[in-house]
T-cell receptor, first 118, second 111 residues
């Protein structure tokens, strides 16, 4: 199956610093990628929809200046958590749809990135 | 407001038994209903999915039952195995534009 790679898989940072998480589709092109946040033992909450070559669409309540999303190419989207604080600690997961298989609806998920802000 | 409601929150099944997880939705614009399996520390993986034009879909030991009039769908895992122990999420999507996830069910299959 299609592979979505996330990097880093885990990161620890100090409060006030910024952290960038990369999401790559390794063997397919993705015009749309989705970023989710998952708290322990909870569901995936959609943060934003990332569209290649255009601005991301953020869900209600998600601060776009805090969570910067860039989708510079058909295989790469990045999420930057700016001025991170302990409450930003979470598991961040990206997903992507193969542009060639858009009608199947299948989402391919990355392995997730665990962020811990000290 | 949660778009997709999932139950139970946790489930314990004996090996060889049937695991059943239920989901309900309200938005009639949803037209794609996938189930995902997630192991600890990993991203979710698609298990099986159904469109509303059919009432059941079976793939191996996994079956989705779909009741359009009741706006409910369920996952049945036949002959449950310890390796099936994971968290299962149902989801719903309107034309694949966004995916709304249920709250998850943690399944524990006892040997």
């Amino acid at each position: 199956g299609a592979v979505v790679s996330q990097h880093p898989s885990w990161v620890i940072c100090k409060s006030g610093t910024s952290v960038k998480i990369e999401c790559r589709s390794l063997d397919f092109q993705a015009t749309t990628m989705f970023w989710y946040r998952q708290f322990p033992k909870q569901s995936l909450m959609l943060m934003a929809t990332s569209n290649e070559g255009s601005k991301a669409t953020y869900e209600q309540g998600v601060e776009k200046d805090k969570f910067l999303i860039n989708h510079a190419s058909l295989t790469l989207s990045t999420l930057t958590v700016t001025s991170a604080h302990p409450e930003d600690s979470s598991f961040y997961i990206c997903s992507a749809r193969d542009v060639q298989a858009a009608n199947t609806g299948e989402l391919f998920f990355g392995e997730g990135s665990r962020l811990t802000v000290l | 407001q949660q778009q997709v409601k999932q139950s139970p929150q946790s489930l314990i099944v004996q090996k060889g038994g049937i695991s059943i997880i239920n989901c309900a939705y309200e938005n009639t614009a949803f037209d794609y209903f996938p189930w995902y399996q997630q192991f600890p520390g990993k991203g979710p993986a698609l298990l099986i999915a159904i469109r509303p034009d059919v009432s059941e879909k079976k793939e191996g030991r996994f079956t989705i039952s779909f009741n359009k009039s009741a706006k409910q769908f369920s996952l049945h895992i036949m002959d449950s195995q310890p390796g099936d122990s994971a968290t299962y999420f149902c989801a719903a999507s309107p034309n694949f534009n966004k995916f709304y996830f249920g709250s998850g069910t943690k399944l524990n299959v006892k040997p």
